[in-house]
């Protein structure tokens, strides 16, 4: 099934490769790079190198949302976020914002956002108002309960086929509200209320997802947990762990990897790909 992705000023055909979104955190309390690109000079600098490295397009956050994260009022998210989008719009390439916030998304929309991308499935009072009227993409992601406690004991009958009916209970929805499937891509949320064996059957399953809904899967495994709990590394030595886990997702079936290394990942696809070139 041809795929292709509509994000606002730009669209993508999605079988000629694989798109990396690099992560550009303007928050103090990121897992894994809080308060490093906070000031809106060093988002600048750090979204410019990223593009140089070949990043296909940059997710602006302005809210941590690593487990037992708290909560980031609406004010302080938008201070965080829309100046950043302003200062980043004119670099060429599509600027996704992740948030679950329906007032944030507006004025992303209005700032220029070519995404949104929400960690909660646009489930929260107005998100598919602020949304349905735009031409920007919308990445609908999978969580289990909330930031604050998707980690205590999550659980499954069957990760694979709840995840999936999740999804599709969210797109159809969004269908419904007169948005276009072409703006449409799936996240399974790995590490957002599931535990290791989870987020690995979820990998396994990508491509039975995409196949399901046919819709494109964007995998962000970057330096997460299911990584460390595998190479027994910290964070910030996740790289190698990382490389592979993207990988993998693009084996399975992903047609976006999100991820904070740029330019070793965009080297590693470019050999992958050239290998699985017949």
Known sequence: MPQFLQCGRYGFDLDTGTLVMGI??????SFSDGGRFQSLEFALSHAEEMIANGADMIDIGGESTRP?????????????????????????????VDTYKAEV???????GAD??????????????????????????????????????????????????DFLRQRVDEMVAAGIDRKRICIDPGFGFGKTV??????????????????????????????IGAVTGKPVEQRLAGSLAGALAAVAHG?????????????????????ASTN
Not at 24 to 29: C, G, K
């Open 105 to 111: 998304m507006r004025e992303a929309v209005l700032a």
């Open 24 to 29: 550009l955190n303007v928050t103090p309390d």
């Open 197 to 226: 064996e989870h987020n690995y059957a979820l990998l396994r399953n990508i491509g039975t997802m995409q196949q399901e809904l046919g819709l494109p899967v964007l995998a962000g495994l970057s330096r997460k947990s299911m």
């Open 254 to 274: 992903a047609r976006i990897v999100r991820v904070h290394d740029v330019a070793e990942t965009v080297d590693a696809l470019k050999v992958w790909q050239a």
């Open 115 to 164: 995404m949104i991308n929400d960690i909660n499935g646009f489930r929260a009072p107005g998100a598919l108002e602020a949304v349905s009227d735009s031409d920007c993409g919308l990445c609908v992601m999978h969580m289990q309960r909330d930031p604050g406690t998707m980690q205590q004991n999550p659980g499954y009958g069957d990760v694979v086929a709840e995840v999936t």
């Open 68 to 96: 037992g994260s708290p909560a980031v009022s609406l004010d302080e998210e938008l201070r965080r976020v829309i100046p950043a989008v302003y200062a980043l719009r004119g670099l060429g390439k599509p600027l996704s």
